[in-house]
């Protein structure tokens, strides 16, 4: 079945360092791809999305392209920030053969002043 | 435009008990998810519902488990006879545009502890 496997936390970096936060995926269909973040405290809001191959998302600063190659969503930032300290999931939806989203296990990032 | 609301965020019951979970969708969302996540791992999917009509159902919600969502508007969730195993973080989420690449919008969930 589909699945989506991204690296494991926490990831602790200091302010203005490059993020990468890898997620590689599995899916017989032709999947949608997201990125979703959950601030402390607060409920998962989505943060970047990408329908189809080589598209490219990007929202406040992070970006991702969806490799249908590599089967692969990787995260990434050029100068993270103390505010980006966050709970971030990768996650698929492909209603070819249903309805469910499938996330991953999620990836804690620890931005340091 | 109020977001999605879920009632109560947190219970406390006991074993054998059993709980109902409420959720309101944002007001012109046609499409509504539960999902269940426990500590360390995202979510993992339940049920969905178009409108009234439930559509999928995950092989995780057992026949203790029951969803509803009449005149597809508010949904719930009932848990029977709860086990310790059912302590999680159960969360609701409704989209609306294509199918497969709409935008979930999450509530803030209901923490469920089972004694």
């Known amino acids: 079945g589909d699945s989506v496997t991204q690296m494991e936390g926490p990831v602790t970096l200091s302010e203005e360092a490059f993020l990468t936060i890898n997620c590689t995926y599995t899916?017989?269909?032709?999947?949608?791809l997201f990125w979703y973040v959950q601030y402390p405290g607060e409920g998962l809001q989505l943060l970047l999305k990408?329908?189809?191959?080589?598209d490219k998302g990007s929202n406040k600063g992070f970006e991702a392209t969806y490799r249908k190659e590599t089967t692969s969503f990787h995260l990434e930032k050029g100068s993270v920030q103390v505010s980006d300290s966050a709970v971030y999931f990768c996650a698929l939806s492909d209603h070819t053969g249903g309805f469910k989203t499938i996330f991953g296990a999620g990836t804690r990032l620890f931005v340091k002043a | 435009d109020t977001g999605v609301s879920q009632d109560p965020r947190h219970k406390i019951t006991k074993r054998g008990q059993n709980v109902t979970f409420r959720c309101d969708p944002i007001?012109?969302?046609?499409?509504l998810y539960w999902y269940r996540q426990t500590l360390g791992q995202g979510p993992e999917f339940l049920t969905y519902?178009?409108?009234?009509?439930?559509?999928?159902k995950s092989r995780l919600l057992s026949d203790r488990f029951s969803a509803e969502r009449p005149k597809g508007s508010f949904s719930t969730l009932e848990i029977q006879r709860t086990e310790q195993g059912d302590s999680a973080m159960y969360l609701c989420a409704s989209s609306e545009g294509l199918a497969g690449q709409e935008t979930q919008y999450f509530g803030p969930g209901t923490r469920l502890l089972v004694l």
């Open positions: 990408a329908t189809k191959a080589d």
């Open positions: 007001s012109e969302h046609n499409r």
């Open positions: 899916a017989t269909g032709y999947p949608s």
């Open positions: 519902f178009q409108n009234e009509a439930q559509l999928e």
